[in-house]
């Protein structure tokens, strides 16, 4: 208790094991954020310098071609790629499940014309200009996703600009504390033709903490509008602030302990923008020099780079295999050393409660989605299934990006799909490897020799009078494999040829490449 006091009042020395807290990393080429638990890694998030993080971006675009056939129109937003706007996207959209609707007193709501998909050509024609915001970074050889409800995020209030919907974040569920926001919403001074929702976040904060963070979203929006006007499609007339003021503005919660940062600069610039919130949330905040990197001191790089690993082990021996496709998360259970007790019911749904947990965990820190599926270790009964699938429910909650789940089928298999709104961290960190061109294999010796043998042999099938001895130049690894193993097989092959064949390597020489050369003049006869 003595210690939470402490944390409050921004007294003693920060320990970032205990509790909550946010780390960060800040250098020239890169800014990193952690989100520890008890010093356990639950979030990740990394900017470089130079990189252009356009969503939440809202740009003024020029509608470029309708695809009728795929339900969507391409934008240009002044990018290599267009933008894709599918007309669901293009339509006004209710609020979502997770907010509860308000009326606003005094103020009936309009009945708007119901607009469908079929009208979205009509009202947004090749070559008109049209209002959109980015949902979905570039993914892939894929553009950038973008919507027309447009929403700009503050402190405790979201402005949306083009509704008038009120709404609060269901997660409030104090029924006492909902009354007495809904009474703080009605009061706000919200402009005709807009709409707002309270976060979650809003809960126990002052009327007066509202009023200033409307203010400070309207003058945001003045500004959106003065550069929509005043210049020509196309433009991007607002980007969301980078990563460290969003992590001032996001995770500075009551639920967040403490934050601290290894540069002083970065971290005056974080007491300033919390300083503007709430005294209380300055205090959080704690510069920590370290000679060595914050991360590496508290025990978190480790955990960062297990998020790289293609095998993830769970506390009780059992482990999961993560393997990423284009468009699909391919998750194994298995037990592993968790041999358990006598009861392999109880056993394996142990197993299979931790992974439910630990997928969950890697999902946000990998930072990936799309459709997802996880094969759990079979389970004979129901409940045990619903365990599961509850486990992984609870855990998803800590998510924000929007997840779906479904039950356990017969078979074993746990389909959920997860919100993808921009690179995975795989992608972020790594490029495909220039020798095996991404598939992470290489073809065997065997394979390489079966090749060679079958080419020579077309070779001096077709010159069988044309040709005298060959030079044949393969990677050191295929050379060994013809000393040893296939000696016997290359003398059969010589023995159908007028001349030798005399090998040679290249230690430069890919594994899968090779060549043929006439040995007289040493022009290529064939070059894979």
Not at 54 to 60: E, S, T
Not at 238 to 260: C, H, Y
Request: one cysteine or more; glycine letters at 8%.
């Amino acid at each position: 208790m003595i210690k939470k006091i402490k944390q409050v009042l921004g007294l003693g020395e920060p320990n970032p094991r205990e509790g909550v807290t946010l780390v960060i990393n800040a250098e020239r080429l890169e800014r990193r954020v952690a989100l520890v638990e008890n010093g356990s890694l639950e979030e990740y998030d990394v900017e470089r310098e130079g990189e252009d993080n356009i969503v939440g971006g809202i740009f003024k675009g020029t509608v470029k071609n309708i695809e009728q056939g795929l339900k969507a129109m391409f934008v240009d937003i002044g990018m290599e790629k267009n933008a894709f706007l599918h007309f669901w996207d293009a339509i006004p959209a209710a609020l979502d499940g997770g907010l509860e609707e308000i009326e606003r007193e005094g103020r009936p709501r309009k009945k708007q014309k119901k607009i469908s998909s079929k009208d979205i050509p009509n009202i947004y024609p090749i070559g008109s200009e049209i209002m959109i915001q980015v949902s979905k970074g570039p993914i892939g050889n894929k553009g950038p996703r973008v919507t027309t409800n447009v929403s700009l995020a503050g402190r405790y209030l979201v402005l949306m600009p083009f509704s008038e919907q009120f709404g609060i974040s269901r997660k409030v569920d104090d029924p006492k504390e909902r009354q007495r926001l809904r009474r703080i919403m009605q009061k706000l001074q919200v402009p005709e033709g807009m709409g707002i929702i309270m976060r979650t976040v809003a809960q126990g904060q002052r009327a007066r903490h509202f009023v200033r963070d409307l203010a400070m979203l309207l003058e945001q929006w003045n500004e959106v509008e003065t550069k929509r006007d005043s210049k020509k499609a196309p433009v991007c007339t607002f980007r969301e602030p980078g990563l460290i003021e969003r992590t001032a503005r996001d995770f500075l919660t009551d639920e967040v302990d403490q934050i601290i940062c290894d540069d002083l600069e970065t971290t005056e610039f974080m007491r300033d923008v919390a300083g503007k919130i709430s005294r209380r949330a300055k205090r959080r905040i704690h510069h920590f020099p370290s000679r060595r990197s914050i991360f590496n001191k508290i025990g978190v790089q480790k955990q960062i780079d297990e998020a790289f690993h293609r095998q993830v082990w769970l506390p009780c021996g059992g482990y999961l295999v993560i393997d990423e496709t284009e468009a699909l998360i391919a998750i194994d259970v298995n037990t592993g050393r968790n041999k358990g007790s006598r009861d392999v019911d109880k056993m394996i749904l142990q197993t299979n409660v931790e992974a439910a947990e630990e997928v969950a965990r890697q999902l946000r820190l990998r930072n990936i989605g799309g459709l997802v599926v996880v094969d759990f270790i079979d389970m004979r009964h129901r409940r045990d299934q619903m365990t599961v699938y509850r486990a992984m429910k609870e855990r998803l909650k800590r998510d924000k990006a929007k997840t779906q789940v479904m039950q356990i089928s017969p078979v074993g298999l746990m389909e959920m799909t997860r919100q993808r709104l921009k690179e995975s961290l795989r992608d972020t960190m790594y490029e495909p490897c220039p020798y095996c061109q991404g598939r992470g294999r290489v073809k065997t010796t065997m394979t390489m020799s079966v090749e060679i043998q079958r080419r020579l042999h077309t070779v001096i099938q077709r010159n069988a009078e044309g040709l005298g001895d060959l030079i044949v130049l393969v990677n050191p690894d295929v050379l060994n494999r013809f000393k040893k193993e296939d000696s016997k097989l290359l003398v059969e092959l010589e023995r159908t040829h007028n001349g030798r064949l005399i090998f040679r390597t290249d230690a430069n020489l890919h594994r899968e490449r090779f060549s043929v050369l006439d040995a007289e003049t040493e022009k290529t006869v064939f070059q894979s």
